[in-house]
């Protein structure tokens, strides 16, 4: 079983009906080195639930 923490998550207006998750990620599994990306997910607020529209991640160097 794997372990995922988020730290450093802030939430940015993106225009009147956007908003995007900016946060850093810190994941490992097992014996597997650890992973640290920054993430964004960008969602689309204009309908009735919150709809993801994009992800991305950089990952950063360890």
């Known amino acids: 079983m794997g372990h995922l923490a988020r730290l450093d998550a802030r939430l940015v ?7 995007a998750l900016v946060y850093r990620a810190r994941a490992h599994r097992g014996d597997d080195p650890p992973f640290e990306a920054w993430m964004t997910s960008v969602y689309d607020e204009s309908g ?3 709809r993801l529209t994009l992800y991305q991640q950089t990952p950063i160097p360890g």
């Open 13 to 19: 207006p993106v225009g009147d009906r956007a908003t």
């Open 48 to 50: 009735p639930e919150p």
